[in-house]
């Protein structure tokens, strides 16, 4: 019953939002108020729907209702119950109930935190969120949905949530991830409000800021738990591996990350509107190429589960109806009026656009490596794969020159900037980064290491150049503290975010470097050394979870005698999918990760194949990645925003 | 700016589009192989762990055999793995790999680490042997029959599902020798 009325739920919901996509926009266009007023408790409707549908599936799961398809496949009755609900989104049907789900979410909270919008916008806003819900509760209903039953004759057990899922990763990646993916369609919504309704000044970009922020932030946060989790979970201590999948999320994030500074620009300076709709549209059409990529099975990943030519050809309607119409919007719409104001060659307006020119190159790059095979092959030029070296050729030196240029700009000032007063500006960060960059793989490796200098030094380049920029800020200020609370939220927040991005590529560069990894065969009481580290291996035994069985090492670690920790890596036997799991035992630090994974018995004297790992600042990738995602979420407590809000309703 | 600029990128997704669809009807773990019912080629190529050994087709010819190509920096490969295990265990066929376009170290790491299915591996550190082979990533699995004839392949992961259409095909070989 239960999941009936689950799946009646998404029905109601799916007729609410093609009301939204029709009523408003329709109301909008023929400035009829009523009609625009309906968007608001339609947006709460499909909300409602939404939420019920997704509790039911909740409930099956909980309750173990393996008469549901779904639930027999993703679930079991020995998994423990957090993981029963996260298998909600451990696979393709309930996944895509969660982007519905979440989408709808977003349609609430604008339609709740939009006091200062005048109503044709958000009539429009809601009802381009509408249209894309109305898209992806059919798509739902009609090839995946949740609820589908094995009738009469159902299995007495699942077949259990595949192990790797079973984490606390499963938990939070999935929906941090798709909070940034689908928070994207706010900013997409609010483009192709503003072109409809052809008021593209500045206000537009402010609106849409502190949303698009938002997003911004959780697809980071997201994308940093999902290297958590492969780090730990796939037992071989990788972080990144270029996957289809992973690319799918970066590339919005690139987007993204662009298109927040090209928004800052236009509220600004009010230039670069067509290149910030344009951006918004990109990162939002990233986010459901992404979707279609890792639903569609076109390209072969680690991720995909199911995959379907049927979804995938469902799914490519709905991009093309998106995005081909958005982009038609645009090609007619776009302002091609030149701006009201003018900037110079030397100025920080030029140099946000090279930033952004190198953010999408950026996108562009991984966007090619991730679809090439794919071209190749629909050309007939037979099959071929790009792998890591590919990105990685690609990817240091054009993030080394955004670092560049992010230190410039900063220091920039709008309009027109001298020469003169860049050098003056930026001598002392350039002088100090140059030579903490030739002085570190001295002091910490045992040589100079091209590597190693090269991001050492944009890093420190870019925290020095903030610093700088931060220091100025208190020239003429007569007390620091009335100084430091003066200071907007927002502008604390992009120090953060940009520091952070030092920190991630300093993570980078020394971890690839500096790791050192052994894999031995040890039997109880043998030790091995790594960098300074004595591993004693102890002996293994056997232990018992919910739903599996393992042969768990312990292993003792001491530093010059001094015990550190004990570890306790696991090799796991999931019994109801019959399948083994290496679970990595870690020492975290901040300045190094020591990581310890069993791999197979090896004789009868007690041996196992042990691998060691010695992981220098890894937690500096997760940490910068935090405080890029902090600083975006900060940006949104600026009192600007409300004050501004309620400012236009007084004027308006 | 012109207006027409502003049409570029519709233009550039709708041919981003015909290309999506157009890979839509391509599955990409079916692949046609050229040497579908063609004998195996012909190499000479170092095998893995023992580097002084050379391995040629003269290996593996009088019973069928799973040629698996697999390699350290393929995350699909070790996802397979414990089906290969599993399969080796089973002593049905000889699973042999062709270690394509890999480090020996990291390799031998790698079978020492999680195990060795294989019944002998091939060194195919350039890949040439993947060429004539019309490899196009890994990992992929071939079924030879007793002749060395190439009768199928399989592109990405080997499942528990695989291997039971593979042993269909096994034993038809079987019979029809």
């Not at chain 1, 209702?65 to 993703?74: G, P």
């Not at chain 1, 490796?445 to 610093?467: E, H, M, P, Y």
């Not at chain 1, 600042?617 to 990645?625: A, E, H, I, K, P």
């Not at chain 2, 042997?129 to 196009?136: A, E, M, Q, T």
Request: proline content about 5%.
């Amino acid at each position: 019953m239960i999941p009936e009325l689950g799946e009646f739920a998404l029905i109601l919901a799916l007729g609410f939002s093609f009301i939204l996509a029709v009523i408003p926009l329709y109301g909008a266009a023929t400035l009829n108020t009523l009609w625009m007023d309906y968007a608001k408790p339609l947006a709460r409707a499909q909300f409602t729907f939404l939420l019920i549908s997704f509790i039911c599936l909740g409930y099956a799961f909980a309750n173990d209702d393996f008469s549901v398809q779904y639930v027999a496949n993703h679930s079991n009755s020995q998994l423990p119950i957090e993981f029963k609900l996260s298998a909600i989104w451990g696979g393709h049907e309930g996944s895509l109930l969660l982007w519905a789900f979440i989408l709808s979410g977003w349609t609430l909270a604008v339609s709740l935190f939009s006091r200062g919008l005048p109503l044709d916008m958000l009539a429009r806003v809601l009802g381009v969120m509408g249209i894309i819900a109305t898209g992806f509760i059919s798509f739902l209903l009609w090839t995946s949905s949740p609820f589908l039953r094995y009738l009469p004759r159902f299995p007495a057990d699942g077949a259990d949530l595949n192990p790797l899922l079973q984490d606390f990763g499963l938990i939070v990646h999935p929906p941090m991830l798709y909070m940034g993916y689908v928070g994207f369609s706010v900013a997409f919504a609010f483009a192709i409000a503003a072109l409809l309704s052809g008021r593209l000044d500045a206000a537009w970009a402010r609106w849409s800021r502190p949303w698009t922020n938002v997003a911004w932030a959780f697809l980071g946060a997201g994308i940093t738990l999902g290297s958590w989790w492969a780090y730990y979970e796939l037992g071989w201590g990788g972080w990144w591996f270029w996957d289809p999948v992973e690319n799918a999320s970066l590339m919005p994030w690139l987007v993204g990350t662009a298109l927040i500074h090209s928004l800052a620009v236009t509220e600004k300076r009010g230039v670069f509107k067509s290149w910030t709709l344009l951006l918004a549209i990109f990162a939002f059409s990233l986010s459901l190429l992404g979707t279609f990529l890792v639903r569609s099975g076109v390209l072969t990943s680690v991720h995909a589960f199911a995959s379907d030519p049927e979804r995938g050809f469902f799914i490519l309607v709905l991009l093309l109806l998106t995005i081909g119409g958005s982009l038609t919007l645009y090609a007619f719409k776009a302002p091609n009026v030149k701006s009201e104001s003018s900037f110079g060659w030397l100025s920080r307006e030029m140099l946000l656009l090279i930033n952004n020119v190198f953010l999408v190159v950026m996108a562009i790059t991984v966007l090619l490596g991730t679809l090439y095979p794919l071209l190749i092959d629909a050309l007939g030029s037979g099959k071929i794969s790009v792998g890591p070296p590919y990105f990685n050729a690609l990817f240091v030196p054009i993030m080394s020159l955004l670092a560049l240029s992010m230190g410039i700009s900063g220091a920039a000032r709008w309009r027109q900037t001298s020469v003169a007063g860049l050098k003056k500006q930026l001598f002392v960060p350039a002088i100090i980064s140059l030579v903490v960059g030739i002085i570190f793989p001295f002091i910490y490796g045992d040589g100079f290491n091209f590597r190693v200098f090269l991001g050492i030094t944009v890093s420190t380049w870019v925290i020095a150049t903030t610093a700088k920029e931060f220091k100025d800020k208190f020239r003429n200020a007569n007390s620091i503290t009335a100084k430091l609370s003066q200071l907007t939220p927002s502008y604390y927040g992009m120090m953060l975010a940009h520091v952070g991005v030092a920190v991630v590529a300093i993570g980078i560069t020394l971890v690839s470097t500096y790791s050192e990894e052994r894999d031995m065969r040890m039997a109880p009481g043998d030790k091995i050394e790594l960098a300074d580290y004595q591993f004693e291996f102890k002996g293994a035994k056997k232990v018992k979870g919910a739903n599996f069985t393992a042969d768990e090492g312990t292993i003792e670690v001491t530093l010059e005698g001094e015990p550190v920790v004990t570890l306790y890596p696991q090799k796991r036997h999931y019994t109801v999918k019959r399948s083994m799991m290496t679970e990595a035992s870690i020492d975290a630090g901040l300045f190094r990760d020591l990581y310890l994974a069993m791999g197979e018995p090896l004789g009868d004297d007690g041996a196992w194949a042990i691998r060691v790992h010695y992981k220098p600042y890894v937690r500096w990738l997760w940490l910068g990645g935090l405080f890029m995602a902090l600083g975006g979420i900060l940006t949104v407590f600026d009192k600007r925003y409300r004050k501004k809000s309620t400012g236009e309703v007084a004027h308006a | 700016m012109p207006r027409l600029l502003l049409f570029i990128p519709l233009a550039l997704f709708i041919s981003l589009s015909f290309f999506l669809w157009k890979g839509l009807s391509i599955d990409p773990r079916e692949l046609p192989s050229a040497l579908i019912d063609k004998p195996f080629p012909e190499f000479q190529v170092a095998a893995l762990l023992q580097s002084e050994r050379i391995l040629s087709k003269a290996d593996f010819i009088g019973k069928p055999v799973l040629v698996n190509v697999w390699a350290t920096w393929c995350p699909s490969c070790r996802q397979e793995h414990e089906q290969l295990l599993r399969i080796a265990q089973d002593n049905k066929i000889n699973i042999i790999g062709l270690n394509y376009k890999d480090e020996r170290a990291a390799a031998t790491n790698w079978l020492q680490q999680l195990g060795n299915p294989y019944a002998f591996n091939i060194y195919d550190e350039a890949g040439m042997l993947g060429l004539d082979l019309g490899v196009y990533g890994a990992p992929e699995t071939y079924l030879l029959d007793a002749q060395g004839v190439v009768r199928h392949r399989h592109v990405g992961v080997v499942t528990a599902q695989t291997w039971v259409e593979l042993q269909d095909m096994i034993q038809k070989l079987g019979v029809n020798q």
